[in-house]
């Protein structure tokens, strides 16, 4: 029998490219115990057919509309409401302003830090041994080469902590109930961060998150100790 306690965490990234022409990047992660995902799965199913969607529709922030925003405000709140779901983003409000070669870097290389700095956090929660497997959605060709180098450096950083990374793999948003929640969550803080207003159904969604947190705030960070959800807002060194 293992007596080691394992955690998926389900990861997704919105504007994380150089030469988007989009300032804000945020980076999420979810994460919950391997055991309790098959429930939660079937119950994130079971909430789309409770609003007449299929149960194998894909929640994404670029749908959200206030035709569908009931939907979209009842799984936020399931989020809030399910104690074994817990949730960390970094955002970062001006890719602009970065200047990879003060620090020998490049973009990529960058990437890979915001990734560290998003995970290390969680990984390093428990004081007991435990295992984390690692899901990112799908976004390019070269996406399998970013996760297994990601492991590899995670589980190096791992080597005198209380945690390893056995599994790292790409997934399908459109299969993944908690990917897509994911989605929700870092599109409601980069609408607010890139300072948006205009969709009435996204609106609701982001008062919704605001009403659950006790500082009713996503703009600022959270303290590191916050378990539910939690917000670092990155800023880069000058040199």
């Known amino acids: 029998m293992n007596s080691k306690t394992i955690f998926n965490i389900y990861c997704d990234e919105s504007c994380h490219l ?3 022409h989009k300032k804000v990047f945020v980076i999420g992660a979810i994460w919950v115990e391997k055991d309790k995902t098959l429930q939660i799965f079937k119950e994130l199913r079971e909430l789309k057919t409770k ?3 299929a149960s194998d529709f894909e929640a994404k922030w670029t749908k959200i509309s206030i035709a569908k925003a009931d939907y979209y405000a009842d799984l936020i709140g399931y989020f809030f409401k399910n104690k ?7 955002v970062v409000p001006d890719k602009g302003v970065l200047n990879h070669s003060a620090f020998k870097q490049n973009h990529d290389t960058w990437y890979y830090k915001m990734f560290y700095v998003l995970l290390n956090v969680i990984v390093n929660r428990n004081t007991d041994k435990v295992e984390y497997n690692l899901y990112l ?13 990601l492991k590899r450096l995670l589980n190096i950083a791992s080597v005198e ?3 390893s990374i056995p599994k790292a793999q790409q997934v399908r948003s459109h299969e993944v109930e908690l990917i ?3 989605d929700i969550l870092i599109g409601a ?9 205009g969709n009435e159904g996204k609106k609701k969604v982001i008062e919704v998150i605001k009403k659950n947190l006790d500082k009713g705030d996503i703009l600022t960070s959270s303290t590191k100790e916050e378990g539910k959800f939690n917000i670092l807002v990155w800023k880069p060194k000058k040199s």
């Open 137 to 149: 959605d799908i976004k390019d060709t070269k996406g399998n080469v970013k996760v297994l180098e």
């Open 180 to 182: 897509q929640l994911n």
């Open 18 to 20: 150089l030469n988007d």
């Open 84 to 90: 074994n779901l817990r949730f960390r983003a970094v």
């Open 161 to 163: 902590q209380n945690f």
């Open 51 to 53: 609003h007449k969607l």
């Open 189 to 197: 803080l980069s609408y607010v961060h890139r300072g948006l207003h």
